[in-house]
């Protein structure tokens, strides 16, 4: 008889883990704290409760998210099945209605014969093989365990987030590569004059903020202020913080610029570019709106918004392996939203794999990863490659995934061809490892009037 497998968290990415194990024929004991503790954010006992937004996101493979799908798809992701089943009108987008969503997710689960339900906290570590995907919300009793495993680093729960933008959006008749008094010159600077300042500190200050759920306030740190924080203190406090001018020209003048906001390369291949110190609370069209203002970013693709709120997710580069282990424990991975990726499809897309590489494990084999074309093998690529000293949190786009070979300058195209190779090198990472694809990889069509 095989040794049973513990999932420890019912949510997105547990559930794919725990249905992932039990159809390849494992036993599966799922363990959810819920109802017998709860937590600040869900509001029933259902598996698979969605706690934010309702939408998946768009469902066009051209756009980063659908491609994922598209993955998880031809994984035979049981959320995408169960959010086709509750689909409700939101354009390209996969939009639910959550309370059908969670009920179908429940049935899946509690209809596999080789699950075993649960209802528990998980205090410390399982001593035997298991997936550990408890979400940002993490009981402070397993959470010291993690610590006690990882280290004291190894779990942050705080998470200021700076924008990112895609490298092809940028205006380069504005913006110029140089360090501050000509060291680390591979920043990227967008300068400002003193009126372009002036009106952007104003914009800031009455953008509207995001206040957030009760279960996400947090502390600010004098470290990782807010912008718009900074901003109230003073109109030259920004100029003198994250976007101080010192040791910077401005090749367009030959003088020193009044203020300037500089960006960080955030991967090998310069495609992503962090906004050096640009964490907010700014609603999402408000840092649309205002960082548009910004010389150079008028025409920015934003690849991550920013954002403060409480986390708990691991340092993944420095603690763990490619496949979400930790050291000396190759039978237990991490997976979902503690690993750091952000998002219900990446938290339920690295269950999945989760599930995929645990069985793997236990099979005597080594645990795969697929390859950084696709979108799914480059998010787990930021993951372990991403600077231990910097790491934050990550959704999917097309920044993170290996560049084409050739340069394409229409956007559309670029990612037509992007997500074409996407699929086809994930189906032939499958296919070598022996991993049968879903019957079904196209979006369903359904919704809840024709499911009801």
């Known amino acids: ?239 003198f913080g994250p976007m101080k001018p010192i040791g910077l020209t401005d090749p367009r003048t030959g003088a020193r610029p009044w203020a300037v906001v500089q960006l960080r390369r955030e991967d090998a291949a310069g495609q992503m570019w962090n906004m050096v110190g640009f964490q907010t609370r700014l609603k999402i069209g408000e840092q649309r709106r205002i960082f548009s203002m910004i010389p150079g970013l008028a025409g920015a693709e934003f690849l991550r918004w920013g954002s403060i709120h409480r986390n708990s997710y691991l340092n993944f580069p420095a603690r763990l392996t490619a496949a979400g282990a930790p050291p000396g424990r190759p039978d237990v991975l991490f997976a979902g939203q503690l690993t750091g990726v952000e998002g219900y499809t990446e938290s339920a897309a690295s269950g999945i794999l989760a599930g995929i590489n645990l069985a793997r494990v236990l099979a005597g084999l080594e645990p795969v990863v697929p390859p950084p074309t696709t979108m799914l093998g480059a998010l787990l690529r930021y993951l372990r490659e991403a600077d231990p000293r910097r790491f934050q949190p990550m959704n999917s786009n097309w920044g993170l995934v290996e560049p084409l070979p050739m340069d394409v300058r229409d956007k559309q195209k670029k990612r037509e061809l992007l997500a074409e190779r996407a699929q086809a090198d994930f189906l032939a990472w499958m296919g070598v490892h022996g991993i049968a694809p879903a019957a079904r990889v196209d979006a369903g069509a359904s919704s809840v009037g024709a499911s009801a």
């Open 1 to 239: 008889m095989s040794v049973p497998a513990t999932v420890v968290g019912g949510g997105l990415a547990g559930c794919e883990a725990a249905l992932r194990l039990a159809r390849g024929g494992r036993e599966v004991r799922l363990v959810e704290m819920r109802p017998i503790r709860n937590t600040p954010a869900h509001r029933s006992e259902l598996l698979g409760e969605l706690v934010c937004t309702n939408s998946f996101k768009s469902e066009d493979t051209a756009n980063a998210h659908g491609q994922l799908k598209r993955e998880m798809r031809t994984l035979g992701s049981v959320l995408l099945d169960c959010a086709d089943r509750a689909r409700v009108a939101a354009g390209s987008a996969l939009a639910v209605d959550r309370h059908i969503f969670a009920e179908a997710m429940t049935r899946a689960v509690e209809a596999e014969p080789r699950i075993h339900v649960v209802r528990e906290e998980c205090a410390g570590m399982p001593d035997g093989p298991a997936v550990i995907a408890t979400g940002p919300l993490t009981s402070d009793a397993l959470s010291a365990s993690i610590r006690a495993l990882l280290g004291d680093d190894g779990l942050a729960f705080f998470d200021a987030i700076a924008p990112i933008v895609d490298r092809d959006g940028l205006d380069d008749s504005i913006v110029f590569a140089a360090g501050r008094f000509d060291e680390d010159a591979d920043y990227l600077n967008c300068p400002m004059s003193r009126p372009e300042y002036e009106a952007f500190v104003a914009a800031v200050r009455e953008g509207e903020s995001h206040e957030g759920h009760d279960w996400d306030a947090v502390p600010y740190f004098e470290g990782c202020l807010p912008i718009e924080v900074m901003a109230a203190r003073g109109v030259d406090t920004l100029r």
